[in-house]
């Protein structure tokens, strides 16, 4: 009996620090999201990025291709080629189409359901009523 009676204050034990820890994690995590955000500061400052444009670049961060394209042809307000797409994210966003072979990830990225082809590596967005 003195068995599971102990068994079971070392349950609750564990589920009050579990709780604890959970705790102190949901306070803790916006502090590191924080920190997170400092340190690319400091890797755009080492890149050599101005700092007057380091807001925008912060601005994409956690930013996938397809939503930065999006971005793209949402400004532009009319289909693009894929090329164009990829030209106008590297220098408004200062970053490079990742991969072996960036013209192909840039049109892979393209095949998503948000965006639809007009013609010959032509996309633009879809909407409700038309096409950006």
Known sequence: MKTVEFDNQVKEQIKLLQA???RLFSEVSPKLDKIGV???VM???KKGIPPE?????L???GKSIP???EEVLRDAGIPLHYTAIMREIES???????GKNPKAN???HLHKSRFVRVGRSVYGLIKKHGIY
């Open 20 to 22: 604890e820890v959970e």
């Open 38 to 40: 400092l340190r690319d």
């Open 43 to 45: 890797t755009l400052i």
């Open 53 to 57: 444009q380091i807001q925008d670049a």
């Open 59 to 61: 601005r994409i961060q």
């Open 67 to 69: 939503d930065l394209a």
């Open 92 to 98: 408004k966003y200062k970053i490079a189409i990742p």
């Open 106 to 108: 840039m049109n892979a």
